[in-house]
Every structure is written in C-alpha cells, then in structure tokens.
C-alpha cells in the first residue's frame, strides 16, 4: 500500500503561479511512477503529468506543456507540480498517483493509489 497526500493548492490570479506536493509513505516510493491529473466540476479526471521512476522521462498534457513542471525527489519521498501562467481553466482538484505499470502513463485506470486531492482555483 502507498497513501499519498497532497498539498500547496489554492486561490491564485491568472498568471500566477503555484507549486503542487505529494508526499507518499508506505512502500518503497523510487519503485512507482507518478502523475498528475486533475478534474474540473462537470468534466472527467484528465491527465496533467506524469514522471519515470528516476525522474529521466516526464510526460505532459498539450494543454501543460511549457508551463507546467513535473519534478520528484525519491530521497524525500514526494512528487512534484511546479504550474507557471495559470489559466482560469487550470481550475480543478488536482490528484497525484502513483503506478508501477510503464505503459499508459496518461489513462488513469493505470494508476494504482490516488492521493485525495487539492484544489487549485485560478481567478481571471
């Protein structure tokens, strides 16, 4: 079993930025790959980021790329969302879970442990 927990949301202005944690406990953490989805009121959860084991490989949405950063640190056991230029549409509850499967990184049925969730809200 893995709990992850997340933290660092909250309300900022268009434009803003805002880094996301996860910290997991548990099983070994340098053993799962990690990712980010988020999910907006009304929409399906839909994938944000992803990174390898080691950090070598990352993965974003379109919607992400170049603003978004996805970063991890194995010794302190927690992942990372470094979001830059936030949109009013980067408005969710954003979740971070880990996986030991390589393949599929973007489908959340891959995932194996979801933290609970925090919300970001980007003003306009």
């Known amino acids: 079993q893995v709990q992850l927990v997340e933290s660092g949301g909250g309300l900022v202005q268009a434009g803003g930025s805002l880094r996301l944690s996860c910290l997991a406990s548990g099983r070994t953490f340098s053993r799962y790959l990690m990712g980010w989805f988020r999910q907006a009121p009304g929409k399906e959860r839909e994938f944000v980021a992803a990174i390898s084991w080691s950090g070598a490989r990352t993965d974003y949405a379109d919607s992400v790329k170049g603003r978004f950063a996805i970063s991890r640190d194995n010794a302190k056991s927690t992942v990372y969302l470094r979001m830059n230029s936030l949109k009013p549409e980067d408005t969710a509850v954003y979740y971070c879970?880990?996986?030991?499967?390589?393949?599929?990184?973007?489908?959340?049925?891959?995932?194996?442990?979801w933290g609970q969730g925090t919300q970001v809200t980007v003003s306009s």
């Open positions: 879970a880990a996986r030991t499967g390589d393949k599929g990184w973007g489908t959340a049925g891959g995932y194996d442990y």
